[in-house]
């Protein structure tokens, strides 16, 4: 994290060098009280560096020299001007994770599909062909559908392993979307074989990493050209900030775009980059203990007579197991979904009869968040239609927590009692 203060310091210092460039002295006597009032400054000179990360709420800059604002329009890695174009907060957030995703840059927004939409919208246009994974976040299949519908992309989803992409690409194809860990199966894919499918074919590879977080998996080591996340999730950590990030392996990509997410507007609130990279300072020990109660919960569900199958990579029989050992470091993730016996009346029981577990739609927290898609978010679907979606009628979606593995234990056995009698 050397570089991220590293660099921290040297914003700071631009900012600190324009200041002075200014020859207005707000505290002169000649100003009326009401505009001093107005006219307070930050002090310049801050002796040590701070240890904590500064918010720097301002969304404006000022300058001395035309020249200067000019330039500091110009593009990512310009000096700050305007809050949607960079904020010094938000780009210690974003150094930050561009050095944990090992690429050269990245870009911040408000939400991750902010930074998914944009993504899609900065690098494709109409007629551009995309290929997708079909078990994907639902909210990147509905934009890619919608602008599949509305604006002319092409997007082909599959069951991605190297042939299958290989099998769909297009003369047209400029993207393929994976995502680090399949929801809800769990499956993790050959992500080096599909990376150098996409390159051969001069399509860039972007890799949903919010499942994993850079300190699972980093794939842009296997090939990825763009990382993004959802913040919100493990990156976050506590359910209190939105945010999204789009880690670039080659810079020159995130300035090819960066002109026109820019003005797609979804910036990320300083704030918000505030929290998230305070976040980031427990992520370690966040996903070692997450990791520890996920795989402790999946062998013991595993061995519940109540439980029908259990979806967790870090489990030896899971198909994806050995590639997960191989491509995750230190732990599987904190998401595992289980299958009960008595389908959609014993998965509406067991989210309705947990207590410390919450239900609840998001995962990534420190608290224990359990879902049932049969009668939350694939409610809509019929028996049939949730048989060929892959997704049983007694599936439970599990975000394990931090809480002592003991007590979620409890907790998850009461309900699997109340839920399937056993
Ligand atoms: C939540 C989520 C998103 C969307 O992120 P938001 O921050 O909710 O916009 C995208 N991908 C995955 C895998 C997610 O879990």
Known sequence: ??????????????????????????????????????????????GGAPLGIPLYQSQVYRFAKADQLADALAGPGAPFVYGRHGNPTVAAFEQAMADLEGGAAAWAAGSGMGAITS???????????????????????????????????????????????RAALRPNTRLVHLETIANPTGAVHDLKGIAAVAREAGAYTVVDNTFATPLLCRPIEHGADIVVHSATKYIGGHADVLGGVAVFAD????????????????ALDPFAAWLLARGLQTLGVRMRQHSANTLELATRLDRHPGVRRVHYPGLP??????RATELLDGGYGGVL?????????????????????????????VKSLAMHPAT?????????????????????????????????????????????GA
């Open 251 to 266: 810079r020159g990509v995130l300035d090819t775009v960066w002109p026109r997410v820019a003005e797609y507007g979804s």
């Open 317 to 322: 029989d899971h198909p994806s197991h050995a």
């Open 119 to 165: 993504t899609v919208l900065g690098l494709l246009g109409a007629g551009d062909h995309v290929v997708a994974q079909n078990a994907i976040y639902g909210g990147t299949r509905t934009v890619l559908s919608d602008l599949a519908a509305r604006w002319g992309l092409e997007v082909s989803y599959v069951d991605p392993t190297p042939d299958a992409v």
């Open 337 to 365: 979904a289980f299958e009960l016996d008595g389908g959609r009346e014993a998965g509406r029981t067991f989210i309705e009869a947990v207590r410390l577990v919450s239900l609840s739609a998001s995962l990534g927290d």
């Open 1 to 46: 994290m050397q570089y991220w203060t590293y660099t921290w310091n040297q914003n700071w210092e631009k900012l600190r060098h324009m200041a002075q460039n200014d020859a207005f002295d707000p505290t002169t006597p000649e100003l009326s009280p009401s505009s001093r009032a107005i006219h307070t400054e930050a002090p310049a000179d801050l």
């Open 376 to 420: 939350v978010s694939h409610r809509h679907l019929t028996s049939e239609e949730l048989a060929a979606a892959g997704i049983d009628e007694g599936l439970i979606r599990f975000s394990v927590g931090i809480e002592d593995v003991e007590d979620i234990w409890r907790d998850v056995d009461q309900a699997l009692a109340h839920a399937t």
